[in-house]
Structures are given as C-alpha cells and as structure tokens.
C-alpha cells in the first residue's frame, strides 16, 4: 500500500543553518506530495506541495522537488530561523480520498 | 478565508462518558476525516466522510463512531470514552481529488481521566 517514511527526529539547527528533512514514499500510479507544518499547540498548516514528478514546490524559503526516479520529496530551506521550530509532515495523496502521513519531524532552531 | 473550526481546544472526561468532538469547515468540501496524533505515532486516521451520510473506517476506528448530517459538519463520537483515547484529535477536509490539500484545525486536546 501507499506509505511514506521521513527522517527521524529530533533535529535541532543553529540559526541561519541549512536544513534538510528526508521524505521517500512508496505509491502506485501518480501520487501529489504534500509538506504540512505544525506549530506548537496548533493544528496542520500546508507548507508546499507539488503534483507531478520534478516539479518543485516552494514558500517561505522552503523548497521541495518531486523525484520519481528516487522516490523522494525531501524538504531544504537554506537559512533556517528560530520561527520555523516546529514539526514538520510529509505526505502524499493518490487516487481515492485519503492522505498518507509521515510521523513527523520536530525542529528546533536555537539562537 | 477558508477554515475549519472544532468545538473545543482542550476537555476533560470521565472514564465511561460518551463524548462528542465537533468540525465545522466553511469550504464546501466533500471530504472530511478525523485523526489522532500521539506523540512518536504520527498521525492516525480514524474515520472519513466523502459525502453525507456516508463514511469510511480509518485505520484505527475501534472505539470511534462518526456521523455527518450536514455537508459542513463532521462529528467523532466516543461511545464510552477510555483513558487510552487520551490523545490530541484532528479535523481536516478537503476537496476530491489528489491535487488537492487537506485542511485541518486547530485539534482538541482530549484528556480521560
């Protein structure tokens, strides 16, 4: 079945560091890949997505590409702030209705 | 601005009690879903709905009834509430199709004592 696997956590990065969050699923067919953010004490908030292969999904300095041939979404942002502490989601949608979620992966950016 | 609204941020209940999660989504979207998220455990999925009265068993819907009368609400019912559902609880919807997003609120924290 459709799955998707990201890095473990917890990551924690020193302001203005460059950040990478691993993301591989498994689907059959043409999925959509999804990253999701969540701050602390709130709910799931999108950050980007991208619907085909090799195209790049992009906001707030975040950026993915959707890689078919290695089956991965992995998530970059170049200088990462304290703002951005969260945990982060991979996820993907296939045909049907229903999403397929990474555990999660908590960042801590510290001054 | 599009949103989705739960009844509560935090409750607190008994073992035994039945309790009622409501979501309410301004959207117009077919689809809504509960999850739960624990810690190291991701996210879950309880229940969905892809349209009225019609629903679909998640991956963990031991314990769990839903029900949606109305397009824009989607409720998750405890039928006697145990302290293993002690767990922060999700809403999201969407429209159909695997372009499009799943948006979620803010989550009910829920603690059975």
């Known amino acids: 079945g459709d799955s998707v696997t990201q890095m473990e956590g917890p990551v924690t990065l020193s302001e203005e560091a460059f950040l990478t969050i691993n993301c591989t699923y498994t689907?059959?067919?043409?999925?959509?890949l999804f990253w999701y953010v969540q701050y602390p004490g709130e709910g799931l908030q999108l950050l980007l997505k991208?619907?085909?292969?090799?195209d790049k999904g992009s906001n707030k300095g975040f950026e993915a590409t959707y890689r078919k041939e290695t089956t991965s979404f992995h998530l970059e942002k170049g200088s990462v702030q304290v703002s951005d502490s969260a945990v982060y989601f991979c996820?993907?949608?296939?045909?049907?209705?229903?999403?397929?979620f990474g555990t999660g992966t908590s960042l801590t950016v510290i001054p | 601005d599009v949103k989705v609204t739960q009844s509560s941020r935090y409750l607190v209940k008994r073992t035994g009690e039945k309790v009622f999660l409501e979501c309410v989504q301004d959207?117009?979207?077919?689809?809504m879903f509960w999850y739960r998220q624990d810690p190291g455990l991701g996210l879950r999925l309880i229940y969905f709905?892809?349209?009225?009265?019609?629903?679909e068993k998640g991956d963990i819907p031991e314990g769990y009834s839903v029900s949606r009368e109305k397009k824009e609400r989607f409720s998750l019912i405890l039928e006697s509430a145990s302290t293993n559902q002690t767990s922060m609880y999700l809403c999201?919807?969407?429209?159909?199709?695997?372009?499009?997003?799943?948006?979620f609120g803010p989550g009910t924290r829920l603690t059975v004592l």
């Open positions: 999201a919807s969407s429209l159909v199709g695997r372009y499009n997003e799943q948006f």
């Open positions: 689907a059959t067919g043409y999925p959509s």
């Open positions: 991208a619907t085909k292969a090799d």
């Open positions: 996820a993907l949608s296939n045909t049907g209705n229903q999403f397929y």
């Open positions: 959207m117009d979207h077919e689809n």
């Open positions: 709905s892809y349209d009225v009265k019609m629903k």
